[in-house]
């Protein structure tokens, strides 16, 4: 559960994956630097589509090569400063560390798609030139025609690896444009799409490489075995760094998710992922974190409830809702009070005697739930406990006695205040009083007034505890054995005699005292 206050433990990355995932001022170049790379690998794919369809001419190749050349020494960084300039707004907030705006937010969120529109548009002109520098250069114009659509291929595949590539190292700049604004539903980066790229990289671009192989005028004979060779390996090479890129931007995600699921499946809720999606897994890692601090509070609103009107109260509300109402229940009632409470608190004073307060309910607290009972409320300094309701018990009567025995143990061994306990039992109305703004689960019938009354004998017995006869006889044989006879005595309020039991004193029954019940009686009376 997550303490008040404090912020939920995030899911760690891999020191490698993290290496992948530059922030700050590193952030932006190094992607400049990665749709470079992206770029070499378009270019190698053009050299090994050439080289497939190369008919073996060498007029008119040393104008492409040249012409290739010249573009590129000016596109590259034409494609560089076109890619700082676009996302110029982006770098800025991340040196100066501060919050995205919404627009920025939603343009450094855009940084893939624009970064591989950037490099489709240099190669497409790139494509335009080179073909036609082929078309003049080459006796059969259509070779300029072969080279231009082989460039062409080759842009797809740069301005699909770029994509891929950007995506995954802008990870950490995606997550904290999603931090500061998160995902609302508009699919930026899917997954759909990202699925789609990779079947364009490892199937779609050399399969339509072969087609045109076949089509092509030039070549009426259809491609030698070595056009297709090359393909191949082209598909090959692209098709395993895409899938790669891809398996490694869904796979990631969701092995982090898989983990924080666990643990909150385990009950830790001080959990959350990183948001660094756009797309469906970025709702997903949003919806993760929402679920796991929608149950955070929900187990602190828990356990507040439960610390004001008992556990097991308040499951059955969580469970059933509340309303005025109730049911007759068959409960046995404990009743703890201090003696001599009122010298006491002049001797140590207020603030003393809350803390001496606290150490003795929680004496009382910790052994009634011990034994499955509810201490239903505080009466300044005495507390009613119930044992059969809400939540029902084998023995709740055996329960109840035993409760009584440890407390009085456990307040002798602590030495701090003297007490006595009371316990009846019998049919009460369990339920919830007041009104409907203001509820309070409570019990009502004559074993709760009874263990009251009880609890003032006690005082004045050496045991510290007294119980009325049907009590003991309801209880299992085990906990009879602890209890023995006392004597009659007319409680206050009542016309008819009650028996009373006590715990039984070291000595042993024999020692028990007799003809004490006279003396309580005229004292109860």
């Not at 300029?144 to 990870?171: K, N, W």
């Not at 602190?300 to 509300?317: E, K, P, Y």
């Not at 018990?393 to 109840?400: Q, R, S």
């Not at 009874?450 to 045991?463: C, I, N, Q």
Request: hydrophobic share 45%; with cysteine.
């Amino acid at each position: 559960m997550t303490a008040e206050g404090s912020s939920p433990r995030t899911v760690p990355r891999d020191g490698l994956l993290a290496s992948w995932e530059p922030s700050g001022r590193l952030a932006v170049p190094l992607i400049v630097l990665l749709v470079n790379v992206a770029n070499l690998i378009g270019v190698g794919t053009v050299v090994l589509l050439l080289i497939g369809v190369d008919d073996g001419s060498a007029t008119g190749r040393l104008p492409v090569i040249v012409a290739a050349a010249c573009y590129l020494v000016v596109a590259f960084p034409a494609g560089t400063i076109a890619g700082l300039r676009r996302q110029r707004g982006t770098n800025g907030w991340l040196l100066a560390g501060r919050r995205p705006s919404a627009e920025e937010a939603a343009h450094a969120l855009r940084l893939p798609v624009d970064t591989a529109l950037i490099a489709g548009t240099i190669w497409l002109v790139g494509a335009v030139l080179v073909g036609v520098v082929g078309a003049v250069s080459f006796p059969d114009g259509r070779v300029g025609a072969r080279i231009g659509v082989a460039v062409l291929l080759g842009g797809l595949v740069t301005a699909g690896v770029t994509y891929l590539l950007v995506a995954r190292a802008a990870r950490d700049v995606t997550a904290r444009a999603l931090a500061a604004h998160p995902p609302t539903g508009r699919l930026a980066l899917g997954v759909r799409p990202r699925l789609l790229l990779t079947w364009g990289l490892s199937s779609g671009v050399p399969m339509v490489g072969v087609v045109l192989l076949y089509l092509d005028p030039s070549n009426p004979d259809g491609p030698g075995r070595g056009a297709v060779v090359f393909l191949v390996v082209v598909a090959l090479l692209v098709g395993a760094l895409a899938t790669l890129l891809t398996a490694r931007a869904v796979g990631q995600p969701l092995r982090d998710l898989r983990t924080a699921v666990q643990r909150v499946g385990e009950g830790d809720y001080d959990v959350s992922v990183v948001v660094d999606d756009a797309g469906e897994i970025g709702l997903l890692q949003e919806g993760v974190n929402t679920m796991a601090a929608g149950l955070a509070e929900r187990e602190r609103l828990r356990d507040l409830f439960g610390r004001h009107v008992g556990t097991s109260v308040a499951q059955q509300a969580l469970a059933n809702g509340v309303s005025l109402g109730g049911e007759l229940r068959t409960v046995a009632a404990l009743f703890v009070d201090i003696a001599g409470s009122t010298s006491l608190v002049r001797r140590t004073g207020p603030e003393e005697m809350v803390g001496l307060l606290n150490r003795f309910f929680e004496i009382v607290v910790e052994t009634v739930e011990d034994e499955g009972g509810l201490v239903n409320k505080f009466e300044g300094d005495a507390a009613l406990c119930v044992f059969g309701a809400p939540t029902d018990l084998e023995d709740p009567a055996g329960a109840a006695l035993r409760a009584a025995r440890r407390i009085c143990d456990r307040v002798i061994e602590a030495g701090e205040v003297d007490v006595g306990v009371g316990v009846s039992c019998g049919q009460v109305w369990a339920g919830q009083v007041g009104a409907a703004s203001r509820l309070e689960y409570t019990v009502i019938g004559d074993p709760v007034n009874e263990a009251a009354r009880l609890t003032e004998l006690a005082k004045d017995h050496p045991g510290r505890a007294v119980a009325s006869a049907p009590t003991v006889q309801a209880a299992a044989p085990e906990e009879r054995e602890h209890w023995v006879r006392d004597g009659e005595v007319e409680l206050r309020g009542r016309d008819e005699q009650t028996e009373t039991w006590v715990v039984v004193p070291s000595g042993g029954p024999e020692g028990s005292p007799r003809g004490g019940g006279s003396h309580r009686a005229k004292r109860g009376s």
